[in-house]
C-alpha cells in the first residue's frame, strides 16, 4: 500500500531540525539493547520538545497556532484590516479560507496532520519502550508516560482542530477527515466521519488529562507545554462545541462535562483573572508576569519568529508590518456599540486607540494599542521580538463557565460566573446591578458580548460566533465587504483541501 505523503513533508523536517533525532527509526530486530533502549529514553523529551516547536513554526508570516487564530478572528469579522498594504490576511478580510485551493484552507489540514503524525511517531515509540521486556525502572517509567501524555493530549488537540473546520453539522455521518494513530500511520487512510473521530479525540484527551495529572509536573512560568488544565479546557471546548454546533444529540451531559471542567480549572486557584489594575498596563506581552494565562510560549532568541511574529503583525510598537501601516483594528461598529453591548465604565474599551478614548497614536484608528504592546510603547522601536505567545488564559474559563451555565438553564450561575470576570473590568456597581437584572436573550447576548471584547484577536472568537450564532453588520473599516451583512451560518464547513485530493487515493472512499 502506498506510504502516507504529507504536502509539508520538509517543512516538518525543518520544524524539527533544532530537535536532534526527533523521527529517528526504531531499533531493528526483534530485541533492543540497553544502549539503543536508553538512547530512545533520552531521546523523548526532545520528541516532545518538537510537538509544541511545530505551534509556533510552519508558516512564512508567523507561527502556525496564532496565524490560525488570527485569521479566524478576521473571517469573523470583529478585526478589521483597514489597509492589507502586504495583504497577509486579505483573503480572510474577502471571505476566502475554505475553499479547496485557498492558502488557510491548506495550513490548517497540514499544521493538524503534522501533529497527528509526530503525536503518533512519540506514542509508538513510547509503546515500545514501556513493553521492553525485563520492564524499566521508575524514573525511565515515568519519563515515557510523560511523554506518552503530551502526545495523547496533541493528537487530540489536533483532531479537535480539524473537526471544528471540516465538519458540516448538517451531514455528521459525512466522511470528512482521515483518521491517523499510533498502529496505522504508516499507510494512507480513507476518509472518516465526525461521528468517528470525535469520540476517538475525546478518549485521547481524557487520556491525556489522568496522565499528565501524575506525570507532568506543574512548574513556575513554565506554560509552554500541555498539562492536565490545558487538557481540560481543550476537552472542554470540544464538547460545547459538540453540544451547540454539531450534534446535540448529548447536548445536556456535554455541556454538563464542560462545566465540570472549566469549574475544576478555576478551583485550582493557580490562575487568577487579570485584574482591573493591570488591564491597560499588562500588555500581553509576557508569561512572567500573566499569572492568568494557562498555555504560552515564553520566546526566546532561539524560538523568536522576528519580524515574521504575531508581534509584527498585532503590535505597532514592534518593528514590523502593523507600525508600517498593515494594522489590526476593532471592527468600527463593534466598537461604535460598546457602551450598549457592555457599558461605557467597562475599562477594556480603552484597550483600542481612537480620538475619542485617549487617543495616544495618530493614524492608528482602532488599533489594539493598550491590549497588545511592547513594554517600551516606542512606535517601530522594538527589534528584539521577544514578546511572549499567549494561547490560553483564565478568562476564558469564565467565559466557558458563565455560557455553560446558562445552556443549562441555571442564570443564576451564568450571572456569578460573567459578574467574576467583569469586576475585574468594571468597577462601577451599576453594573454589576444591571447584570443581576439580565435573563434570557439579554443576558445570552451580555455573555456573548463578553467573548468577543473579552477575547478580540485570540483565535477564540470564530468558534463562539458559531455557538451563540450572533450576527453584525461589518465595519467601514475593512478594506473588503464593508457594511455587508455577516452571520454565523458564513462560518460553514471547509472543504477537504485540494491536496489532499490529488494524494489520497481513498479519498472517495468510506472506511469498512
Not at 469579522?77 to 495583504?87: E, R
Not at 448538517?170 to 473521530?197: C, F, G, T, W
Not at 456573548?448 to 473579552?454: D, K, L, T, V
Request: hydrophobic share 40%; glycine share 6%.
Amino acid at each position: 500500500m502506498k506510504k502516507i505523503f504529507f504536502v509539508l513533508t520538509i517543512l516538518t523536517a525543518i520544524a524539527f531540525s533544532s530537535c536532534a533525532n526527533l523521527l529517528v527509526s526504531n531499533p531493528n530486530g526483534s530485541t533492543v539493547s540497553e544502549e539503543q533502549l536508553q538512547k530512545s529514553i533520552r531521546e523523548l523529551d526532545a520528541r516532545v520538545n518538537g510537538l509544541y516547536y511545530a505551534m509556533n513554526a510552519l508558516t512564512t508570516y508567523l507561527g502556525a497556532q496564532k496565524y490560525i487564530d488570527v485569521y479566524t478572528d478576521v473571517l469573523a469579522s470583529d478585526v478589521a484590516i483597514p489597509s492589507p498594504n502586504w495583504g497577509f490576511f486579505y483573503a480572510a478580510e474577502q471571505g476566502r479560507g475554505a475553499d479547496e485551493t485557498a492558502g488557510f484552507n491548506g495550513l490548517i489540514w497540514q499544521y493538524s496532520y503534522i501533529l497527528i503524525r509526530n503525536a503518533n511517531l512519540l506514542i509508538a515509540r513510547c509503546d515500545t519502550i514501556l513493553n521492553t521486556p525485563g520492564g524499566l525502572d521508575e524514573e525511565d517509567t515515568n519519563t515515557a508516560n510523560r511523554a506518552l501524555a503530551h502526545a495523547y493530549g496533541m493528537r487530540g488537540y489536533a483532531y479537535y482542530m480539524l473537526t471544528n473546520f471540516y465538519t458540516d453539522a448538517a451531514k455528521l455521518d459525512a466522511n470528512i477527515l482521515p483518521y491517523y494513530n499510533e498502529e496505522n500511520y504508516k499507510e494512507v487512510q480513507r476518509l472518516s466521519s465526525y461521528k468517528y473521530i470525535i469520540p476517538l479525540a475525546i478518549s485521547d484527551l481524557e487520556r491525556a488529562i489522568d496522565m499528565l495529572k501524575e506525570y507532568q509536573p506543574k512548574v513556575a512560568n513554565q506554560k509552554s507545554y500541555m498539562n492536565a488544565d490545558i487538557a481540560k479546557m481543550i476537552l472542554a471546548y470540544l464538547r460545547m462545541n459538540k453540544a451547540i454546533i454539531f450534534d446535540p444529540s448529548d447536548r445536556t451531559n456535554d455541556i454538563g462535562e464542560a462545566l465540570r471542567l472549566v469549574k475544576e480549572v478555576i478551583g485550582t486557584g493557580e490562575y487568577p483573572i487579570l485584574p482591573y489594575k493591570e488591564v491597560l498596563t499588562n500588555g500581553f506581552n509576557t508569561v512572567v508576569k500573566s499569572q492568568n494565562w494557562i498555555w504560552a510560549v515564553d520566546v526566546a532568541a532561539e524560538t523568536s519568529r522576528q519580524i515574521n511574529s504575531f508581534w509584527s503583525l498585532a503590535d505597532i510598537y514592534t518593528y514590523g508590518y502593523a507600525a508600517a501601516g498593515e494594522y489590526l483594528a476593532i471592527d468600527v461598529n463593534l466598537y461604535n456599540s460598546f457602551d450598549t453591548k457592555l457599558s461605557a465604565t467597562d475599562i477594556r474599551k480603552k484597550w483600542w486607540n481612537h480620538p475619542a478614548n485617549n487617543n495616544v497614536e495618530a493614524g492608528f484608528v482602532l488599533a489594539p494599542v493598550n491590549k497588545f504592546f511592547d513594554p517600551n510603547r516606542k512606535v517601530s522601536a522594538d527589534k528584539a521580538w521577544l514578546n511572549d505567545l499567549v494561547y490560553m488564559r483564565i478568562e476564558e474559563a469564565y467565559l466557558l463557565a458563565a455560557e455553560a451555565s446558562f445552556a443549562l438553564g441555571d442564570e443564576t450561575n451564568a450571572k456569578a460566573y460573567i459578574k467574576t470576570l467583569v469586576a475585574n473590568r468594571d468597577t462601577d456597581p451599576a453594573t454589576m446591578t444591571k447584570i443581576d437584572g439580565m435573563s434570557g436573550t439579554t443576558l445570552k447576548d451580555y455573555i456573548a458580548s463578553n467573548w468577543r471584547i473579552e477575547m478580540w484577536l485570540e483565535g477564540k472568537n470564530y468558534m463562539a460566533m458559531r455557538r451563540f450564532g450572533w450576527s453584525h453588520t461589518r465595519g467601514k473599516n475593512h478594506s473588503a465587504r464593508k457594511d455587508r451583512p455577516i452571520s454565523a451560518a458564513d462560518l460553514g464547513a471547509f472543504s477537504t483541501p485540494y491536496s489532499e485530493r490529488q494524494t489520497n487515493p481513498y479519498i472517495d472512499t468510506p472506511v469498512e
